[in-house]
């Protein structure tokens, strides 16, 4: 029984090595990709995301969304991923184009022609999400759940309170989590613990075709420090994949769209302000020893 997924990202490092996870794992039915403008422009996202699935030989369709915020002006992150978004390896020119449809009218369309509530997950900003539920709210019941890389209990990584994928369009996030659909938050509280370690960066590198890709994006990926990478957008897969690897506390979630708390997700951890009403499962734990060992057998089962 596989889970059919849509991947909505802004490759990202890190998005790379997401994708590589859910395009290769059996369990997986990964039936679109859209990007978004985030940690690097959309044109470049959507390019990162076809070289992507053109490396692995898929035929995924892969749709250009989003190129800024709804309201906020577009702040990229190639600080972090370079100014490609995927540094370190050479995908060669040859990896074809995006659909003509936008993310928008892809995500409509696949998920309404789905034979069963699909699974979003979205590891770049929400904005194409914001706009697909404000142009066709009737997708809403046809999402089984949405497993969103993105927000923050404790510290922020743009602000002291605000998380990347948030803090990029506050207001689309804000839109995403007031849906009703059911949401997973993979945030900074578990994504910072689970560091892809120095000795599992060097397997990587003697692990074939793939692993000698991850490696060299990788070692250009400059979030972390001496004790290793974090992989954010990854721990979506591992959460579909070992939810029991995974602690995770409910609540209502909700998100400032102004002021310097901007981009805050701020969770009402006692239920004490509504009602007793919770609209998300938020990842407050992780097994890291069992990350690493779970992304080298990821990486090592993959046929070259
Ligand atoms: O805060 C981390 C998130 O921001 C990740 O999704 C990373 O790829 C960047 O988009
Ligand atoms: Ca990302």
Known sequence: MTTKIIMDTDPGIDDAAALTMAIN?????????????????????????????????????????AKQPLIKPFEDAARIHGESGMPG?????????????????????????????????????????????????????????????????????????????????PHAAKIMYDSGVPIVMVGLDITLKALLTPDTLDKLATMGRAGEMLHDLITHYNDGDENGHPMHDVNTIFYLLHPEAITTEEMWVDVQTEGPAMGETVGDIRGAYHDGKTNAKVCVDIDTDYFNKWFLEEVSAIKD
Not at 112 to 124: C, R, S
Not at 148 to 166: I, Q, W
């Open 25 to 65: 794992d059996p369990a997986l039915d990964l039936k679109l990709v859209t990007a978004v403008a985030g940690n690097v422009t959309v044109d470049k996202t959507t390019a990162n995301a076809l070289k992507i699935v053109n490396f692995f030989k898929q035929d995924i369709p892969v749709a250009a969304g």
């Open 89 to 169: 390896y050479d995908f060669g020119d040859d990896y074809g184009e995006p659909i003509a449809k936008s993310a928008v009218e892809a995500l409509h369309d696949e998920i309404m022609a789905a034979d069963e509530p699909i699974t979003l997950v979205p590891t770049g900003s929400y904005t194409n999400i914001a706009l697909l539920f404000s142009q066709y709210p009737e997708v809403k019941d046809h999402i089984k759940e949405i497993v969103a890389m993105g927000g923050t209990l404790s510290k922020g990584n743009m602000t002291s309170a605000a998380e990347f994928n948030v803090f990029t369009d």
